[in-house]
């Protein structure tokens, strides 16, 4: 419809922006409130709305923070222990060495008193 007038009023009703002429037309026994008045009511149920949701924020970032200090954790260890494989598989190797040095020693002497 065509407002003559400003749209000052807000019908709680409708959800609708209107004009002094249209509460008694159109929005007549409709719930209605100055636009001032129900702004101020709608951000205050916005902002009560809102505060459960800041509180999980809270809580989502600290659990994020936690997350990501366990996974750089979980990384070094990683590291710490792929370290220790090699050291353990290079002194597995060296061991092994060692002992194929003693076995062929043994055997070359083994054998060299059994020519003899």
């Known amino acids: 419809s065509s407002h003559d007038q400003p749209l000052k009023i807000y019908c709680e009703t409708c959800h609708d922006l209107i004009c ?3 509460t008694v037309r ?6 209605y409130d100055l636009i001032s008045d129900t702004y101020d009511k709608h951000r205050q ?4 709305s809102l505060q459960p ?3 999980q924020i809270v809580v989502v970032t600290e659990a994020l923070t936690t997350l990501t200090q366990r996974e750089k954790e979980i990384t070094h260890q990683g590291e710490t222990v ?6 353990t598989i290079k ?6 060495l060692q002992s194929e040095r003693k076995l062929t020693e043994d055997a070359c002497g083994f054998s060299c008193e059994t020519q003899a």
């Not at 149920?45 to 009560?48: D, F, K, L, Q």
């Open 20 to 22: 002094s002429d249209c």
């Open 26 to 31: 159109i929005h007549k026994g409709h719930e």
């Open 45 to 48: 149920i916005i902002e009560s």
């Open 53 to 55: 949701v800041r509180e």
């Open 82 to 87: 792929k370290y220790e494989i090699h050291v």
């Open 91 to 96: 002194q597995i190797i060296n061991l092994l």
